[in-house]
């Protein structure tokens, strides 16, 4: 399985982006999820998705304003950012779990290459 993140760039404070991840080889059995990893610090759950996308989780510091979501026909998982803020950037990535739904890296199987979030204040 292949994951490639896009969409990411400089937003202002307030803002919105949304993120993309395509994936690629075996897709219909993985659940999805977003981490970040800000400067200097270690990598953290944003949120993640069920095989179907009926069922999301979204971690606190972001509840309300990211959105996860998935297309499965074309492939594809979203992050809708919204009223974004200067301590949402970081390098975002997407990942897959063959095993299950989880919160943390290890429970992560694939990853993508990271696409960059700056958010200006």
């Known amino acids: 399985m292949q994951l490639v993140e896009s969409g990411g760039g400089l937003v202002q404070a307030g803002g919105s982006l949304r993120l993309s991840c395509a994936i690629s080889?075996?897709?219909?059995?993985?659940?999805m999820g977003w981490f970040r990893q800000a400067p200097g610090k270690a990598r953290e759950f944003v949120a993640n998705i069920n095989r179907r996308g009926g069922s999301t989780y979204v971690a606190d510091s972001v509840k309300g304003r990211f959105t996860i979501s998935r297309d499965n026909a074309k492939k594809t998982m979203y992050l809708q950012m919204n009223n974004v803020k200067p301590e949402d950037t970081a390098v975002y990535y997407c990942?897959?779990?063959?095993?299950?739904?989880?919160?943390?890296?290890?429970?992560?199987?694939?990853w993508g290459q990271g696409t960059l979030v700056t958010v200006s204040s």
């Open positions: 080889g075996r897709t219909g059995s993985s659940v």
């Open positions: 990942a897959a779990s063959l095993a299950g739904v989880g919160v943390h890296e290890y429970e992560y199987d694939y």
